[in-house]
């Protein structure tokens, strides 16, 4: 199934989550080694290509928020909780909100930068909304990594979640994002 149910999630939701949970993780990680990395002439390719692959993350969360827009959410247990409903929805829109934040604040430091990081992996340039600035952009690239560490604090809360949901509640929640199997 490609579109999402009322009782699962289709296969283009859960390509989409898998795909940015991958790509997240793995630039966070990527960014803690850039920035822990001692002084080297290559520096700057390896943050273009961190700013390549956060353009990339922005456009799939955008591509994944409209599909989850014209897609029915599958519904929680019947046995869920009024609080864990509001739970469930206030931490994924932390999740998707502090990827948007993350990405914008990146995309905030690169046009600030000199030289800027907009060169889409030497296929075309992407506009930048900020202008030159040293002092800019050290403030956003600050707030670039404040957010990246709220960000994983996100991720820690979601998968402490999906583990309580799979092994303490059993409710098959987490299963239906590994799977098109239903009930």
Same mark, same amino acid.
């Given at each position: 199934?490609?579109?999402?149910?009322?009782? /699962?999630?289709?296969?283009?939701?859960?390509?989409?989550?898998?795909?940015?949970?991958?790509?997240?993780?793995?630039?966070?990680?990527? /960014?803690?080694?850039? =920035?822990?990395?001692?002084?080297?002439?290559?520096?700057?390719?390896?943050?273009?290509?961190? *700013?390549?692959?956060?353009?990339?993350?922005?456009?799939?969360? #955008?591509?994944?928020?409209?599909?989850?827009?014209? =897609?029915?959410? !599958?519904?929680? !247990?019947?046995?869920?909780?009024?609080?864990?409903?509001? *739970?469930?929805?206030?931490?994924?829109?932390?999740?998707?909100? *502090?990827?948007? #934040?993350?990405?914008?604040?990146?995309?905030?430091?690169? /046009?600030?930068?000199?030289?800027?990081?907009?060169?889409?992996?030497?296929? +075309?340039?992407? !506009?930048? +909304?900020?202008? !030159?600035?040293?002092?800019?952009?050290?403030?956003?690239?600050?707030?670039?990594?404040?957010?990246?560490?709220?960000?994983?604090?996100?991720?820690?809360?979601?998968?402490?979640? *999906?583990?309580?949901?799979? +092994?303490?509640?059993?409710?098959?929640?987490?299963?239906?994002?590994?799977?098109?199997? #239903? /009930?």
């Amino acid at each position: 199934m490609i579109r999402n149910t009322s009782a /699962g999630w289709g296969s283009v939701s859960r390509w989409l989550h898998w795909g940015l949970a991958l790509a997240i993780i793995g630039m966070i990680a990527f /960014g803690w080694w850039m =920035n822990h990395m001692p002084a080297r002439p290559d520096r700057f390719f390896y943050r273009s290509i961190h *700013a390549d692959i956060g353009y990339l993350i922005l456009l799939l969360t #955008v591509l994944r928020l409209v599909w989850r827009l014209v =897609n029915p959410t !599958p519904a929680q !247990p019947a046995e869920t909780s009024r609080w864990q409903k509001i *739970a469930a929805r206030v931490s994924h829109g932390a999740l998707y909100l *502090a990827v948007i #934040v993350v990405v914008m604040l990146g995309w905030a430091h690169s /046009g600030a930068h000199t030289p800027d990081y907009s060169d889409f992996f030497g296929l +075309f340039h992407v !506009p930048q +909304f900020t202008s !030159p600035d040293r002092v800019a952009a050290n403030a956003y690239e600050d707030r670039h990594i404040l957010f990246a560490y709220v960000l994983l604090a996100l991720i820690g809360v979601h998968v402490v979640a *999906a583990i309580w949901h799979h +092994f303490i509640r059993r409710d098959r929640v987490v299963a239906r994002m590994v799977t098109d199997e #239903v /009930g």
